[in-house]
């Protein structure tokens, strides 16, 4: 049966030879992929798809705002875009200083998920020796901002501070900028002059950095989702403070979009959707490898992380019952991984997808190895040959071929897995715009914060007492399990000032967690 390769504008294509499906066999699904393209005709018009905050998504607005359903949010985006573009260009030409009156030297990123890994992107990709230094704090680990505050030292002063939070109320996000006020304060300096805020129009964040008098407050809107935010503020931002081209981002972006709307025979994300679908459906594949031949691509696998399984990953009522669909996003870079588990990917089980992403030139000039090769010769060599050993033990693969990597090109990565994700969702019948499972996480997290405090308002009432995990559990009515990884976790936070007493000669000896008992100090 043919196969081909279905060619795109700006030197860009991609490679089907390997795949399990062909062209030709497209008819037999018309129907799904009719129904595909328009779901995603429909979300693109403004058609509420999350049902959970009763929202919009329109990401797709961002690099194309005449297509937002009024003007009204075409005319902000607009102004959005002039707004970062301009007050980068106005940090680099030193026209915005340091409240001491130097240029700012570096950027302290805030954010997590899909607030960070899309800016963390930016930066591994874009960067060079000339750009802005740009550090990232994504999670509640104080030891993050000690870290970073050991290496900066004084020169902290002459860094901006992006806090991205559509809500204000993201606790991970929360903590870590109170913890950066108190480094700023600790060290004389006002917090508020470096600091910028991309968030919701009237958000606890925007209300605050508002009060404060921050430096800058840039907006998103609430039909922006975190995993797919990075054609707004939270990516243009760092990439426009690196001095890149922010409307070459958008416009690879827009040209992945414009790919994506093309008919079913020349529609070659569609393609790579439906084959990554029907692999799962009828060979059980459930894994997808992304494996981009450019070192500089390395965090693309894990930013794929967050948008194709939070997207995907979610269950469903059917006719047949409950349906838990996912993938399994991993990845790292060739050739590194071909001395790691590419191994299990050539005589383990057959479960999986291989996306095969190649540059076919870099940066600097290339020196000429003795034997008369290129060091890329070898990565090229390295691609097509995993590829081929891979074809032939009937492990099928896709490949995006781009010509380097670049603002652009970046931009256009990126779109196209946001429309593989759309496409894909369609075909399984599940909901690619909300995240429940994640919210539910949320919820527990703020019960067990409630529970701590049960535990250390209890003892403190008691201090002359020690208790065991049982008798804690009884009298405060908490799971034993998780009275005891709380009070492991107190016990080893000296702020708590929690002991523990095990019992028995030898602390080896003490099987039963319950038996342990702690106090407090």
């Known amino acids: 049966m043919s196969k081909k390769i279905l060619l795109l504008d700006n030197d860009i294509y991609f490679d089907f030879s390997r795949a399990y499906l062909s062209i030709n066999e497209l008819e037999e699904y018309q129907p799904l992929l ?10 693109e018009a403004g058609e509420i ?65 899909g607030s960070a890994l899309g800016p963390q992107l930016i930066n591994e990709v874009l960067k060079n020796e000339n750009t802005m230094d740009i550090r990232f704090i994504d999670n509640t680990d104080p030891e993050s901002i000690y870290d ?111 790919a994506g709307r093309r008919r079913i025979l020349n529609n070659p994300i569609l393609f790579m959707a439906l084959e990554a679908f029907v692999n799962k459906d009828k060979l059980d594949k459930r894994q997808l490898v992304v494996l981009p031949y450019k070192d500089r691509l390395s965090l693309f696998a894990k930013y794929l992380q967050q948008l194709v399984m939070e997207s995907i990953g979610k269950e469903t009522e059917t006719e047949e019952g409950m349906i838990h669909e996912g993938v399994a996003v991993y990845g790292n870079k060739g050739s590194t991984d071909q001395h790691s588990y590419l191994q299990q990917l050539f005589d383990g089980p057959n479960n999986f997808t291989v996306h095969f ?12 190895l003795p034997n008369g090769n290129l060091s890329s010769d070898y990565l ?11 074809y032939e033990k009937q492990r099928n693969s896709v490949t995006i ?98 002991t523990a007493v095990f019992e028995g000669e030898e602390k080896e000896k003490v099987c039963n967690f319950r038996e342990v008992r702690y106090k407090r100090g």
């Open 34 to 43: 009719e129904k595909a393209l328009k779901d995603l005709a429909d979300l």
């Open 49 to 113: 798809v999350n049902p959970d905050e009763d929202r919009m998504v329109g990401h797709y607005w961002l690099r194309d705002p005449e297509l937002a359903p009024n003007s009204s949010i075409e005319d902000d985006i607009k102004d959005s875009i002039k707004e970062v573009s301009s007050f980068s260009k106005d940090v680099l030409e030193g026209k915005i200083l340091t409240p001491s009156g130097e240029r700012y030297e570096g950027l302290i990123y805030i954010g997590i998920g």
């Open 401 to 498: 071929s781009i010509p380097k990597a670049d603002e652009y090109t970046l931009g256009f990565l990126i779109g196209v897995y946001e429309r593989f994700v759309s496409f894909y969702a369609s075909f399984a019948g599940v909901n690619a715009y909300h995240q429940p499972a994640v919210e539910k996480g949320k919820v527990a997290a703020e019960k067990i914060l409630v529970y701590k405090n049960k535990i250390i308002e209890f003892m403190d009432d008691e201090k002359e007492k020690g208790f065991s995990v049982k008798e804690l559990a009884e009298i405060l009515r908490i799971d034993e399990n998780k009275i005891f990884s709380i009070l492991e976790y107190l016990k080893d936070t000296p702020y708590y000032n929690v």
């Open 357 to 368: 992403i190649t540059v076919r030139s870099g940066r600097n000039p290339d020196v000429v």
């Open 380 to 390: 090229q060599a390295f691609y097509l040959g995993t590829a081929k050993a891979l």
């Open 148 to 258: 970073l505050s050991q290496e900066l030292k004084e020169a902290i002063s002459k860094y901006l501070v992006v806090v991205a939070s559509k809500s204000g109320g993201t606790k991970e996000t929360a903590n870590m900028m109170q913890e950066m006020k108190q480094l700023f304060k600790k060290k004389g300096l006002d917090f508020s002059k470096n600091a910028i805020a991309i968030t919701i129009e009237g958000s606890k964040l925007y209300k605050e950095a508002s009060a404060e008098g921050w430096l800058r407050i840039f907006p998103i809107w609430d039909w922006v989702g975190g995993r797919t935010s990075v054609a707004s503020a939270v990516g243009l931002l760092p990439l426009t403070l690196l001095g890149k081209d922010g409307q070459q981002f958008l416009n690879g972006l827009k040209a992945a979009d414009k």
